[in-house]
């Protein structure tokens, strides 16, 4: 029986591009369809494992065939990959450079990476909408600031802000229905929102990330999402702690703002209050309650219980 293989694989629209770190095979490329990927995976070894970056949708059907067909699938961050490449000194960049880096990266690192985990249809739809609603509203963001003061065109900027503001709405009322029509994820939403301030949107994206993503604790999600503090330290010197800013941004800036909100209620005020009289800057504040938040999600989504403001304290 032929021994698992460690495949990279550099993913296209059209096409890919696959190598083995072991060179058992030659990179080389084929048709980013079903049938042809089909037909390639069968011809894999039993447990050989397939390592792909993350490119929004291009690398969900290998990722889903592979899974079906029970090899081990890595779905990984494309910083990690380019850092690692630089760390190797790779000299060059193309679709099979690419391939072999995940491979090798691949066939050395897989036992610290997480095993893809395909979402299931109403998790999958969930997640399109919100960042497709996340794009919606940075545009408008983005828009407001640039047209704020055309005061010659007012009229029509308004007019074209409240389109915006009716497809979000109507983005918002689909997510709605996707919740409502499972009862048990619309009361796991609830509890997630008896945080407070936390909305319909943040308790959303929360609960489809906990309920796929199997986290050991709380702090293993507050590293998921990318609000973990980052040591910089060398010999004496203890350098100044930032966020890792790892993981899904769009949830961490839900977060980010729920913490916003959050620090004008009881009880988190005075949590807000306590780390502002330390020195800390309001940033760094708002960070701090996010982080608690996100801790608080874990332990409601875990235990099923619902939020506690007599457990909140003021460590970090």
Same mark, same amino acid.
Not at 140 to 169: G, P, W, Y
């Given at each position: 029986?032929?021994?698992?293989?460690?495949?990279?694989?550099?993913?296209?629209?059209?096409?890919?591009?696959?190598?083995?770190?072991?060179?058992?095979?030659?990179?080389?490329?084929?048709?980013?369809?079903?049938?042809e990927l089909r037909t390639w995976l069968?011809?894999?070894?039993?447990?050989?494992?397939?390592?792909?970056?993350?490119?929004?949708?291009?690398?969900?059907?290998?990722?889903?065939?592979?899974?079906?067909?029970?090899?081990?699938?890595?779905?990984?961050?494309?910083?990690?990959?380019?850092?690692?490449?630089?760390?190797?000194?790779?000299?060059?960049?193309?679709?099979?450079?690419?391939?072999?880096?995940?491979?090798?990266?691949?066939?050395?690192?897989?036992?610290?990476?997480?095993?893809?985990?395909?979402?299931?249809?109403?998790?999958?739809?969930?997640?399109?909408?919100?960042?497709?609603?996340?794009?919606?509203?940075?545009?408008?963001?983005?828009?407001?600031? @640039?047209?704020?003061?055309?005061? @010659?065109?007012?009229?029509?900027?308004?007019?074209?802000?409240?389109?915006?503001?009716?497809?979000?709405?109507?983005?918002?009322?689909?997510?709605?229905?996707?919740?409502?029509?499972?009862?048990?994820?619309?009361?796991?939403?609830?509890?997630?929102?008896?945080?407070?301030?936390?909305?319909?949107?943040?308790?959303?994206?929360?609960?489809?990330?906990?309920?796929?993503?199997?986290?050991?604790?709380?702090?293993?999600?507050?590293?998921?999402?990318?609000?973990?503090?980052?040591?910089?330290?060398?010999?004496?010197?203890?350098?100044r702690r930032r966020l890792s800013k790892?993981?899904?941004?769009?949830?961490?800036?839900?977060?980010?703002?729920?913490?916003?909100?959050?620090?004008?209620c009881e009880p988190w005020i005075p949590?807000?209050?306590?780390?502002?009289?330390?020195?800390? @800057?309001?940033?760094?504040?708002?960070?701090?309650?996010?982080?608690?938040?996100?801790?608080?999600?874990?332990?409601?989504?875990?235990?099923?219980?619902?939020?506690?403001?007599?457990?909140?304290?003021?460590?970090?």
């Amino acid at each position: 029986m032929q021994s698992p293989l460690d495949i990279g694989v550099d993913i296209a629209k059209d096409e890919l591009v696959v190598a083995c770190a072991a060179n058992t095979f030659a990179p080389h490329t084929i048709a980013n369809r079903r049938p042809e990927l089909r037909t390639w995976l069968k011809s894999l070894p039993p447990g050989s494992r397939i390592g792909l970056e993350s490119t929004g949708t291009y690398h969900q059907l290998l990722a889903d065939l592979a899974y079906k067909l029970r090899l081990a699938v890595f779905v990984l961050n494309p910083r990690d990959i380019r850092h690692y490449a630089k760390g190797v000194s790779t000299r060059a960049k193309t679709d099979r450079v690419d391939a072999q880096i995940i491979a090798r990266y691949l066939s050395r690192e897989y036992l610290n990476l997480h095993p893809y985990q395909p979402p299931t249809a109403d998790q999958r739809r969930i997640d399109q909408l919100l960042k497709r609603r996340a794009k919606l509203t940075a545009i408008r963001a983005t828009l407001h600031q @640039s047209l704020n003061t055309l005061d @010659s065109c007012r009229s029509e900027v308004r007019a074209m802000f409240s389109k915006f503001d009716a497809l979000i709405k109507k983005i918002d009322l689909m997510l709605a229905r996707v919740s409502a029509a499972c009862p048990e994820r619309l009361q796991s939403e609830q509890r997630l929102q008896s945080i407070i301030g936390v909305g319909p949107i943040v308790g959303m994206s929360l609960f489809n990330l906990l309920q796929r993503v199997p986290f050991r604790n709380a702090d293993a999600l507050v590293a998921f999402i990318g609000y973990d503090t980052r040591p910089d330290d060398s010999g004496q010197r203890r350098g100044r702690r930032r966020l890792s800013k790892r993981g899904p941004g769009e949830l961490r800036r839900l977060l980010f703002n729920a913490a916003m909100s959050a620090s004008q209620c009881e009880p988190w005020i005075p949590i807000y209050r306590h780390y502002r009289d330390k020195g800390l @800057s309001s940033t760094a504040a708002f960070c701090i309650i996010a982080r608690k938040i996100a801790r608080a999600a874990w332990s409601i989504f875990k235990y099923k219980t619902t939020f506690d403001p007599k457990r909140l304290t003021c460590q970090p």
